[in-house]
């Protein structure tokens, strides 16, 4: 009798097991209008920067679903490594039911294309990434926005204060010195970083920078101390692509001002932060789930930018911004919206001296080869045409790198 009944409680599970990793439908609440969703993060909201921003994507887009009669219930899962436990967060979500699984992180891509092929009725989004778009799989999908667009304004942001601070005598032409502290080196960082110099420097022409990179997206020490020792090389602008608010309090620290991103950090740094970009996460969300429940494809690699409101700018602190700021931030927000502003125009950069000519893009695997396509026509540089992810990664005149982190 013991060993009956161990036996058919090894089947029932077996049996669950299959039920709840089969169909789409197998795995659906019992409202079909409610759809289960899991967010998996790198980190937790109390970074105040990255993981906060896709929690305030994902609690807006559940407002905005239920306004249209789609209830979402979320899993969501917090502190995530870029490893095994990637693996291992993806399964848990798909064994607890999630219809829809989202990877917040970069580096959690290869982790969630080890799970996906067991449950190919479970939709996997991968945010920042870029293989989705050429793996082949109907279940796996990238998403993206153009950030850039938000970098090249938070740069002119910064030029505009480095411009009022060398009109006023505070630092001559040649200390309008930008300190940047980066993530990795390649091509997101690198994309993002150069947008914000361009940006910066179409109004404050003397402007350089140095970036320090930290090989990490999420280390408030280390984000701290990259800070201050660019503080401590003369920069007098500091600026971010990394997941915490301490390059804010650092800058403030060294009485230094600072731009953001992924939250307005100016709560924490009110004397030293001017303005911060972010992704609005709640636009992809939204569509992306809202196709699901509606029976309609996801789109396999979505990006959108400022003119579609998936990049925003928060507040500008005008407490110490420079006079006219406000004007100049809805005068390019304009411009880059309907297109007559290219980020990347060829003509406002050198590389090694000369004008960029042509630099390939991805080709349709996901490589760059000489059958790429060519990422540089009519004046300027396409980012984010090709793939949802950049791809710039050109290393421009007037910006040093102290370091490099792959």
């Keep these: 009798m013991k060993r009956f009944s161990l036996v058919l409680i090894a089947l029932v599970l077996i049996s669950g097991f299959v039920f709840a990793s089969g169909s789409k439908e197998a795995a659906a609440p019992s409202d079909p209008n409610t759809v289960k969703v899991g967010l998996l993060c790198i980190g937790d909201e109390n970074d105040q920067g990255y993981t906060y921003n896709f929690i305030r994507g994902r609690d807006e887009a559940t ?17 995530i490594g870029e490893d095994a436990t990637c693996t291992d967060a993806n399964i848990e979500a798909a064994e607890e039911g999630c219809q829809i699984i ?37 279940n796996t999908h990238n998403a993206f926005a153009n950030i850039y667009e938000g970098r090249y304004i938070a740069g002119v942001v910064a030029g505009l204060k480095l411009q009022q601070m060398i009109d006023e005598g505070q630092i001559a032409p040649e200390e309008a010195v930008i300190g940047y502290v980066g993530a990795y080196s390649f091509a997101e960082v690198i994309s993002g970083f150069t947008a914000y110099f361009l940006g910066a420097r179409s109004v404050c022409p003397s402007v350089t920078m140095k970036v320090s990179f930290v090989g990490s997206w999420s280390d408030a020490t280390a984000e701290s101390d990259a800070a ?66 509606n029976g309609e494809e996801i789109p396999q690699d979505w990006c959108k930018g400022m003119a579609d409101g998936a990049v925003v700018m928060t507040a500008l602190n005008e407490a110490i911004a420079a006079p006219g700021t406000a004007e100049k931030v809805a005068e390019i927000e304009a411009t880059i919206a309907d297109g007559s502003l290219q980020v990347f125009d060829t003509s406002t950069f050198t590389v090694g001296g000369e004008e960029l000519t042509h630099a390939f893009a991805l080709d349709t695997d996901g490589d760059f080869t000489a059958d790429s396509e060519e990422a540089v026509f009519d004046g300027a540089f396409h980012e984010s045409l090709f793939q949802s992810a950049p791809y710039f990664t050109v290393q421009i005149d007037g910006i040093e790198w102290l370091n490099a982190a792959y």
């Excluded at 407002?63 to 502190?79: H, M, P, R």
Aim: glycine fraction near 6%; proline fraction near 3%; charge should be negative.
């Design 228 to 293: 201050l020792a660019l503080a401590d090389q003369g920069c007098v602008m500091i600026s971010q692509h990394s997941d915490n608010t301490t390059p804010a309090t650092a800058a403030q620290s060294r009485g230094v001002f600072h731009t953001g991103y992924n939250n307005d950090m100016t709560g924490v740094a009110p004397n030293a932060s001017l303005i911060s970009t972010r992704i609005d996460w709640a636009i992809y969300f939204y569509e992306a789930i809202k196709a699901y429940v």
């Design 102 to 138: 989202i990877n917040n992180s970069y580096g959690f891509e290869p982790f969630m294309l080890e799970v996906v092929d067991e449950y190919p009725e479970i939709e996997f989004i991968s945010c920042t990434n870029c293989a989705s778009a050429f793996d082949g799989r109907d």
């Design 63 to 79: 407002e905005l679903l239920k306004a249209d009669g789609i209830n979402v219930e979320w899993v969501t899962k917090y502190n």
